[in-house]
């Protein structure tokens, strides 16, 4: 028989029942391939050695335990298997699918005979993988045979031989597979794919996700530092980091490597810079391996097959990376089904994931496709295509429906995130002033729905385009610059709020004057971010001069002038001065009560910040109700669910709590957060505020098994909507770990005070009050882990840092002050506690009264410390050697 009549025989599959022994027949015929009878009983005979394989070294993977066990059982019982991206965006280029499947092999390589790892990406890669198998097995044979008898060889091993692994990774048609997974059944297949469609229906997938926050932190410091241990600052940005990565394997991989080899940059530097990072990496790594690369492969590959398809990712680039709907994607003139069918393209391929009527893509995605291709030689560059697609498209879907002059609700609610995202990658030297109108709009919306925080790009964009149209000193320029400070402030970000007050003030008193209205709100605001930053040094004076300029400008009773002298008081307050703040709190109350009316809203808020200095003074008798009869009124006057009813209703309870009347106080903390989650939303941050004062009211009442998982959820939502860093943030962290804490949890709280310490530090100062508030909170845990020798160093200094900025009675000056004094009863030191312990109970017996209950903690701790004073002096005396006369 010639081969070229061989070519029509039928292919021989030697597996199980249907294997055909080489002593029967003269040659074997596989395809075009004549394979000698000698070479065929050699595959029979040929065994390999043990731990056979030709894998890469073992990867760094930390996480994926779930997925491991998934594949050894799916492996197990069906003997295939294929890691995509079915239907997640997380599922794409640099997931770490071949990482998987590498670890997957390392850790079960003794129970193979033979790894094989095939790179599966074309028909003839895979050949080509396979005939080195062939030649790692009989190398003397294959000198002298060409590539398909050797590919034939390698099956008909495969075929006779049992307990092997193939690893096919990166498959771009699954198709590819099926002349082996069909024939070969005496061992594992494995493979990898970014394409979600055309696997068999019998062939299970699993869809890859990002790596858990937890993880991706762990592997960039691992890669960073290496056998360093990072600091909790570093931690911080590791962190940060790997949530602007997206979590994404590779990504991760290729910032550690490159940052290790680079030690002059830092985490937080890569990562304001990221854009301009994710093509590079270090050297001794694939420079084809980066995330720019592998994306640019497939970007390639998408515009030979579908170029609308191309056109709808770029436009997605410059949106919101989740749920974007699909009519915002479909330019004027285009077939909806177009559309939708350039969006399965971008599906099959693992660059988004969808719905029937919307789609995201991850960020990381987004940054790439927004970046400059250098390959690019369009007259418009196709990331500015994207850009001015996005623009037309969100302004395009405001218009107001037939009979409407605006827009809907409904409608500016839908494009509210991306037009953020549109703000937040404004090119330079680009106006586009309808947009800039929507800016400003969307961010007064956001703000009355008391998002303030997520209005900073709005606004940023909004000043930018005035100074350039208006001009500087423009009076809606300074408005729009005044508004983008408190949003600053409302994101906690005090270090851009107070320069940019500082200045637009400087500009209000030149060009409007020294007493116009808008300067002294200029001037109140300032004095409030002061405050918020706990440089009451700087805050009281400012507000005092400023509730002074209005009551001479506007008269003793404007209610700008109440709002300045409210405002003072709650400043007295928080620097503890409470003997100041209670009298300023009635006088502004019984004046709006005279001018505005008893049940005006101004004066309802009036009468519970009255409520909570009673509170804060330990006058429970005064403070319940007071706040009992506000509640009543807010109920009668603004409603059931008014933001300020519930307001009103939180703080109620939070007296109760005080009290130790947890049977009123969580009932009614519970159905205020069930209120604002249905009113408010439940990410809303008075949400995230009532959820936080619940778990701490089931942590107070000993329901540590309700109060922490309560914690955790807080605490991802608000890094999760007000970021990693924010203030509330920071206190929910803080309060998550003292849960800890009381749980006996120590492994747990320490190192989550540590990182909650450096990231004050970092964000609000090392002497901000809460940074404060957080030291001593370390302290106090590393005394309660009997850790003294880091406790009282840390006491000492954090109390000294409180007397020079808070003040000597301040309420976190007192509260440090007695755990300083519980340190060194715990050491045996007890000359030093006593006199600490009496100094403490003097200033809260001032400061609070005498049945306050701080004043009446502090006299309980005296009188215990006193009395093993007692006792040791007792036992000294009993233990003492008789006196020779």
Not at 87 to 101: I, P
Not at 505 to 530: F, K, M
């Amino acid at each position: 028989m010639s081969a070229d009549e061989a070519a029509f025989e039928p292919r021989i599959h030697a597996a199980g029942e249907r294997s055909i022994a080489a002593g029967q027949i003269r040659d074997a015929y596989t395809g075009d391939v004549v394979l000698p009878a000698d070479a065929l009983q050699r595959a029979e005979r040929v065994a390999a050695a043990p731990g056979t394989s030709n894998l890469p070294p073992r990867p760094l993977c930390l996480g994926r335990e779930e997925e491991l066990a998934w594949l050894r059982r799916i492996l197990i019982d069906r003997r295939e298997g294929a890691i995509t991206q079915s239907g997640t965006v997380h599922g794409l280029g640099g997931v770490g699918k071949s990482t998987l499947a590498l670890h997957y092999a390392h850790r079960h390589r003794g129970d193979y005979t033979l790894i094989w790892w095939i790179n599966a990406a074309s028909p003839d890669e895979i050949e080509t993988s396979l005939a080195g198998l062939t030649q790692q097995l009989v190398p003397d044979w294959t000198a002298r045979a060409g590539r398909g008898a050797q590919v034939a060889w390698a099956r008909q091993w495969l075929a006779w031989h049992p307990g092997w692994l193939l690893i096919h990774d990166n498959v771009d048609d699954p198709d590819d597979l099926a002349p082996y997974t069909g024939a070969l059944h005496q061992g594992h297949h494995l493979a990898t794919s970014r394409r979600t469609t055309g696997w068999p229906d019998t062939a299970p997938t699993l869809p890859l996700g990002n790596l858990h926050p937890d993880d991706a932190t762990n592997l960039l410091c691992c890669l960073v530092f290496k056998d360093t241990t990072p600091t909790a600052h570093q931690q911080a940005d590791a962190r940060a980091l790997a949530a602007e990565l997206g979590y994404l394997p590779l990504a991760i991989k290729q910032a550690g490597a490159y940052l290790a080899q680079n030690r002059g940059i830092s985490l937080d530097a890569y990562r304001r810079r990221l854009g301009t990072k994710l093509h590079k990496t270090a050297h001794g790594l694939d420079a084809e391996r980066t995330i720019a690369r592998i994306w640019n492969v497939t970007l390639h590959a998408l515009e030979q097959a579908d170029p609308l398809a191309v056109q709808v990712l770029h436009t997605a680039a410059w949106l919101a990376p989740d749920d974007i709907p699909h009519t915002l994607l479909t330019p004027p003139g285009t077939d909806p089904d177009d559309t939708a069918e350039a969006i399965g393209t971008l599906a099959a391929y693992s660059m988004i994931t969808t719905t029937a009527t919307t789609l995201s893509i991850h960020r990381l995605v987004q940054t790439v496709l927004r970046t400059p291709r250098t390959s690019d030689s369009l007259q418009q560059p196709q990331h500015l295509q994207g850009r001015a697609s996005a623009e037309q498209a969100v302004l395009r879907s405001l218009s107001p429906p037939p009979g409407r002059d605006n827009a809907t609700d409904s409608q500016w609610d839908t494009l509210a995130p991306h037009l953020v995202t549109l703000a937040a990658t404004t090119l330079p030297g680009r106006p586009n002033i309808p947009l800039t109108h929507a800016y400003n709009t969307a961010a007064l919306r956001l703000h009355r729905q008391g998002h303030t925080a997520r209005t900073v790009p709005l606004l940023a964009a909004t000043v930018a385009q005035r100074e350039q149209i208006l001009g500087d000193t423009h009076p809606n320029t300074l408005i729009s610059r005044n508004n983008l400070a408190a949003a600053y402030e409302a994101a906690g970000d005090l270090a851009r709020a107070i320069p940019l007050l500082e200045a637009t003030l400087a500009r209000c008193e030149q060009v409007l004057g020294d007493i116009h209205p808008n300067t002294l709100s200029s001037r109140n605001n300032l004095a409030a971010a002061y405050e918020a930053a706990g440089d009451l040094g700087r805050a009281i004076p400012l507000l005092e001069a400023t509730l002074a300029q209005r009551e001479q400008i506007l008269g003793d009773t404007h209610p700008h002038t109440l709002t300045s002298r409210n405002n003072l008081a709650a400043a007295y307050r928080a620097a503890g001065d409470l003997g100041r703040a209670i009298p300023l709190y009635e006088a502004t109350l019984a004046q709006c009560e005279q001018v505005l009316g008893d049940i005006h809203p101004n004066t309802l808020s009036s009468r519970i910040s009255l409520a909570v200095a009673y509170e804060a003074a330990g006058d429970l008798g005064r403070a319940i109700p007071l706040l009992e009869a506000t509640l009543v009124q807010c109920e009668q006057v603004l409603g059931d669910t008014h933001p300020d009813t519930l307001t009103s209703r939180n703080n109620l309870a939070a007296a109760y709590e005080s009290a130790g009347d947890f049977e009123r106080a969580i009932p009614l903390l519970e159905a205020t957060l069930a209120q604002r989650e249905q009113i408010l939303g439940d990410t809303h941050p008075h949400t995230l505020t009532s959820r936080n004062n619940l778990a701490a009211a089931y942590r107070a009442a000993g329901a540590l098994k309700r109060a922490i998982p309560l914690y955790e959820a807080t605490l991802a939502q608000c890094e999760q909507i007000l970021g990693d860093t924010h203030p509330h943030t920071l206190l929910s962290r803080s309060n998550l770990a003292a849960a800890y804490e009381a749980a006996g949890d120590l492994g747990r709280a320490i190192p989550l005070l540590e990182a909650t310490l450096a990231q004050c530090e970092q964000i609000l100062g090392d002497t901000h009050p809460h940074t404060l508030l957080s030291r001593s909170n370390l302290a106090a845990t590393y005394r309660t882990a009997g850790d003294l020798g880091r406790a009282i160093p840390l006491l000492e200094a954090t109390l000294a840092q409180c007397e020079q900025i808070l003040g000597d009675t301040h309420l976190y000056t007192v509260s440090s002050r007695s755990n300083l004094a519980g340190a060194y009863e715990a050491a045996g030191d007890l000359k030093r506690a006593i006199p600490l312990y009496e100094a403490t109970l003097a200033q809260c017996e001032q400061v609070f009264g005498d049945t306050h209950p701080n004043t009446r903690i502090s006299r309980k701790n005296l009188a215990a410390t006193r009395a093993v004073q007692q006792e040791n002096t007792a036992a000294s005396a009993t233990n003492r050697d008789p006196q020779q006369p």
